[in-house]
């Protein structure tokens, strides 16, 4: 995962559940991440099935933790 420019810098993932893993991947647009969803995430390179949730709006971020 560290050689694909496009995935953040971590946290990455390992899930419970339906998907296997969690990925955040920074694009300008659609278009730029259509393009490295059909050139990294196939099943050439391992992957079997992709799902793809993108954003509508942030509403809060922050990385404090309320101590």
């Known amino acids: 995962m560290g050689q694909w420019v ?3 810098e ?3 993932y390992i899930m419970l559940g339906e998907s296997d893993a969690l990925l955040r991947v ?3 647009d659609l278009e730029d991440y259509r ?3 059909s050139t ?3 099943r ?3 992957i ?3 799902k793809t949730d993108v954003p509508s709006e942030t509403i809060k971020q922050t ?3 309320p101590l």
């Open 6 to 8: 496009l995935i953040s």
């Open 10 to 12: 971590g946290p990455y």
């Open 26 to 28: 920074v694009v300008s």
């Open 35 to 37: 393009r490295f969803q």
């Open 40 to 42: 990294h995430l196939t």
């Open 44 to 46: 050439r390179n391992g």
């Open 48 to 50: 079997q099935t992709v």
């Open 63 to 65: 990385f404090a933790l």
